[in-house]
């Protein structure tokens, strides 16, 4: 089993909690990873990006002048793709970059970000992420040792109330999400990645093998 220290409002040891190494103890894929990550990036495109072919930008049809003896080059409409206000040759059009990888990928990545922040120490774990009210100062009055120590810190908690996220939401590199948001990108974009308690022990069920 693997232990973890679990940090109290003053971010001092309270305890320490086990967790499986079956799930937090894998080897580092960043291979799957990387996987996961293009998937979950491609999945967040609109595909809404357009031009126009020649046959849907504006002009006449007519042949500009005859085929031979004027000793110009040949042409035919002024809305070929040779032409300025032309159409656009193999120009993009509105698609679905979405794709699905397997769910057992998907943990994986996960399990091997996690288990290799914890073999970093890049992981830590709260007791409970609140503050009293929403201001931005007290939450950086309440973590700033957290905050300070690393340019970005992602902290996830089981479900983000909304007294934590709108007094996170100004502090620059800081990002709150619920467990359900969490997913292989934002885990491996922050430096630093906070857990709560309950938040770690729940993921861990979800991730078995």
């Known amino acids: 089993m693997l232990t973890l220290p679990v940090l109290n409002n003053a971010l001092s040891k309270e305890r320490e909690m086990d967790l499986p190494e079956d799930v937090f103890g894998v080897t580092f894929r960043p291979d799957v990873i990387h996987e996961a990550v293009i998937c979950y990036l491609a999945n967040q495109r609109l595909g809404t990006h357009s031009t126009k072919r020649r046959d849907e930008v504006s002009g006449s049809g007519k042949k500009l002048w005859k085929q031979k003896h004027t000793g110009r080059a040949r042409m035919g409409e002024i809305r070929s793709p040779l032409w300025y206000h032309g159409g656009i040759t193999f120009g993009p059009k509105p698609r679905d970059y979405s794709y699905a990888i397997?769910?057992?990928?998907?943990?994986?990545?996960?399990?091997?970000?996690?288990?290799?922040?914890?073999?970093?120490?890049?992981?830590?774990?709260?007791?409970?992420?609140?503050?009293?009210?929403?201001?931005?100062?007290?939450?950086?009055?309440?973590?700033?040792?957290?905050?300070?120590?690393?340019?970005?810190?992602?902290?996830?908690?089981?479900?983000?109330?909304k007294n934590v996220l709108l007094a996170s939401r100004n502090v620059p590199g800081v990002d709150v999400v619920s467990l359900n948001e969490l997913n292989a990108y934002n885990l491996a974009k922050y430096e630093t990645v906070v857990f709560t308690e309950n938040t770690l022990s729940k993921l861990a069920e979800a991730l078995r093998p």
Request: net charge positive.
């Open 102 to 161: 397997p769910k057992k990928v998907r943990r994986l990545a996960i399990r091997s970000i996690i288990s290799e922040r914890i073999r970093r120490g890049t992981l830590k774990v709260l007791d409970t992420l609140e503050v009293n009210e929403p201001r931005t100062k007290a939450f950086v009055e309440n973590y700033k040792e957290i905050i300070g120590s690393s340019k970005t810190v992602l902290f996830v908690d089981e479900v983000a109330s």
